[in-house]
Nanobody, 124 residues
Framework: VQLQASGGGLVQAGGYLRLSCAASGFNLDDYTIGWFRQAPGTEREFVLSIRWSGGNTACADSVKGRFTISRDFAKNTVYLQMNMVKPADTAVYYC??????????????????WGQGTQVTVSS
């Protein structure tokens, strides 16, 4: 079982970036894929999630209207499209897979498998 996050980098404020999370070694049909982020000295924070089979999504207020999540069945990959980025979006971004219920989609402990993280740095 592996989740491989990629696509991070340095971007200017107001710009955009797309992160990818490629899954291998397990069937995603019953899973929810979530994106989390963690800045130095802070707790891991929920960003967005998508239920693989139904496409239901959940979004943190801090990124609503700027970030979106999508999936590619053929590539077994989930994408995080980041638009109008801000310096406050600077963090290591992680993707994760699990079975959260509606009240726990934002809770990192509801996710079993984690990718290695990819650094996103937004310059002002």
């Amino acid at each position: 079982v592996q989740l491989q996050a990629s696509g991070g980098g340095l971007v200017q404020a107001g710009g955009y970036l797309r992160l990818s999370c490629a899954a291998s070694g397990f069937n995603l049909d019953d899973y929810t894929i979530g994106w989390f982020r963690q800045a130095p000295g802070t707790e891991r924070e929920f960003v967005l999630s998508i239920r693989w089979s139904g496409g239901n999504t959940a979004c943190a207020d801090s990124v609503k209207g700027r970030f979106t999540i999508s999936r590619d069945f053929a590539k077994n990959t989930v994408y995080l499209q980041m638009n109008m980025v801000k310096p406050a979006d600077t963090a290591v971004y992680y993707c994760a897979a699990g079975h959260p219920i509606s009240s726990t989609y934002h809770d990192p402990s509801a996710y079993y498998y984690w990718g290695q993280g990819t650094q996103v740095t937004v310059s002002s």
